[in-house]
């Protein structure tokens, strides 16, 4: 009940509130004032001026009787009876009418009624005819709940239907009978439980009954018209057996078994499965082959911004597929072996040259002509992925320009052959002042050797003479047919026919072998290393040298780097080999910071050098270094042979090395030495490799071996 609305006059008792003026009841006498909540009930709560409703009579909330209710025809209602249905205010309502505006009468018992309780009248069905009445539903099938006046549904040939019996539980194909002749016992039948039409076969014949599926194979669940494939033929969905499929050829393929949880045979003989992934284009791999020229031409555009190419090609190692890598190596390589012929390819059929900063551009148009001239990959191939190699550099502009150039160039390329310079250092892509500091040096095989710097350089193993010989090794090699052989001159050298990927080299990461030149290898045979001796590596990094004499002789090594990032390489590489030694990180011209005092009796100094004997497997040296780099590298070697000799022992050898074709950074340094130290004795090599020099011994590039230079001092009493 809504409360009256305030007045603004203080409440008796108020505390500090302004509350409206005294409540009064129906018949407008004030409320005496309500006692304070204790706890009874609401009704006691307050005593009313109004006389009592009798016990129990419902109350407001201010504990008042509402006047009666009057009923809607205004007149007041009428007691109702015990158990009459009242109202929210339990009030009798009239009873209410029927449809045709006459008083319902009342329902017997347990008849149906709505939710006033009265009886509706009969429903009509459609016909129009009443409906009989239903009986209440007390759990029995719906189907006996009530009969319908409905006329019987038809069958598909017109006849009426049977009445459905109830369902309980069996199969609904049992539920009804129909009116067509049966199919056979458990023939199969619609969710009404009649039968289908026949259905007809490919060649139009009617299909025979098929038996009813009871987890047998669904090729024997319908017999056919025609002849079976065999047992256990495939079949439709129907249990037919479809026409014999034709091979490639046109001849008929032979039946296929069922598949009963072996390998499923391969449909065609002559299938296989891709080597490769898919592409994400869809299209044949043409933006998976464009990526790849994509990512050789910035490596290459990297190293001629001065980067190393090892560097330039640290990101392939992230590529998902190791033939990619492969690829990119590949066209990096030759690109780099060859870029003076390039270069000059390219400015003929450039109408202008490029600006500096298009060097991507430049770099992807010598992977296309390195493509087109050397890997003579087909015309269409090399050009429009070239060109769409372009978009993933971003370069879209130079679309058209590397289309055009690359198009000329298939027509051209025989005139453009001829017309090709016979000078030295373009023919052979090497810089003019090597090939001058080369015909210096070696006047009778200076071309050879500018010719074998671009050819690619075998790979070589070093056997690991602590767990295998080399004979053994080579034999294990021959039973997987992996063809090999023992090289001449390193007594640990294994030379491979075919490279591969180190992870596919038998015993590589058990540590059985080691990838290391044979040139590189000879550096342990004239050390003459022996157990006990204190040996010093001086420039260790990668660790291949280090290895190697720890291999031949239990010794103190110590490996010494000034770069302490490249000792984690000499780290890996021992711990792969089960090896151990001394590491430390520091500057070997600057002794007096790191070395304790005690000499070695061994001491190998691989020295910084140019490393033009390596140009076969650095291509990227011929590009990179300057003539003026030779004179600071000179000066750098003399500087470590001046700081290391004291720590040597008297009697004791040191071994000078670099990978180096020129006389500057060999016989010349060993000169310079040999006038400052008077305690030095140069011990001339005696070997069947390489040529001798006035001071050591040097090694031309070219088949299994790389280009060095060795020379052999001793240290006598003073």
Known sequence: MKKPPSSGTPRPGARGKSFGAPRKPYDGKPRPPRARGDGEARSDFRSDARPPRGEGAWRSRDGDA???????????????????????????????????GNPRPPREEGAWRSRDGDARPP???????????????????????????????KSFDGSPRP????????????SRADSRPPRGEDAWRSRDGDARLPRKS????????????????????????????????????????????????????????????EARPRPRGDFKPRSGPRSSDGGGGAIHRANVRAVAARSISRVM?????????????????????????????????????????????????????????AALIWVGLYQLRTLKTPPHAAINETVDAIKLLKHDYARGMINAILRRYTREAEALEERLPSEPSLRTSHPGWLVEKLYHDWPAQWEALLDANNVQAPLTLRVNRRRISREDYLARLAEMQIGAEA????????????????????????????????????????????????ILDACAAPGGKTAHILEHADARVTALDVDGARLTRVDE???????????????????????????????????????????R???????????????????????LLKALWPLLKVGGRMVYATCSLLRDEGDEVLSRFKRLADDVTITAIDAEWGEATEYGRRIAPGGTHDGFYYAVLEKRAP
């Open 123 to 153: 429903r009509k069905s459609f016909d129009g005819n009443p409906r009989p009445p239903r009986a209440r539903f007390d759990g029995d099938s719906r189907s006996d709940f009530r009969a319908d006046a409905r006329p019987p549904r």
């Open 66 to 100: 509402r006047p009666p209710r009057k009923s809607f025809d205004g007149t007041p209602h009428p007691p109702r009876g015990e158990g009459a249905w009242r109202s929210r205010d339990g009030d009798a309502r009239p009873p209410r009418k029927s449809f045709d």
């Open 202 to 261: 490919f060649d139009g014949n009617p299909r025979p009954p098929r038996a009813r599926f009871d987890g047998d194979s669904r090729s024997d669940s319908r017999s056919d018209v025609r002849p079976p494939r065999g047992e256990g033929a495939w079949r439709g969905r129907d249990g037919d057996a479809r026409p014999p499929r034709k091979s490639f050829d046109g001849s008929p393929r032979p039946p296929r078994a069922r598949f009963d949880g």
């Open 487 to 534: 090289h001449p001159h390193a007594t640990d050298a294994v030379v491979l026919e075919v490279a591969r990927a180190v992870d596919k080299i038998p015993g590589f990461v058990g540590g059985q072998v080691s990838v290391q030149d044979a040139s590189a290898q000879l550096a342990v045979q004239l050390l003459a290393v022996a157990d006990g001796q204190r």
């Open 163 to 174: 009445p459905r019996a109830r369902f309980d539980g069996d199969s609904r194909s049992d």
């Open 305 to 361: 911004r001065g980067r190393s190419l090892d560097d330039a090609l640290a990101p392939t190692a992230q590529m998902r597929v190791a033939a990619d890598a492969a690829m990119v190596k590949a066209l990096a390589f030759g690109v780099l072996r060859e870029l003076s012929i390039l270069k000059w390819l390219a400015a003929q059929l450039l109408d202008k040259p490029l600006e500096a900063q298009d060097d991507e551009v």
């Open 617 to 639: 497997r650095h291509p990227d040296i011929k590009w990179l270094r300057r003539t003026t780099d030779i004179a600071t590298l000179q000066q750098t070697q003399l500087g």
């Open 573 to 615: 590489n021992l711990r792969r080999l089960n090896l151990s030694a001394e590491m430390i990180a520091a500057d070997a011209a600057q002794p007096d910071r790191w070395w304790n005092g005690q000499a070695f009796d061994r001491i190998l100094l691989d020295a910084p050098c140019s490393g033009t004997g390596v140009i």
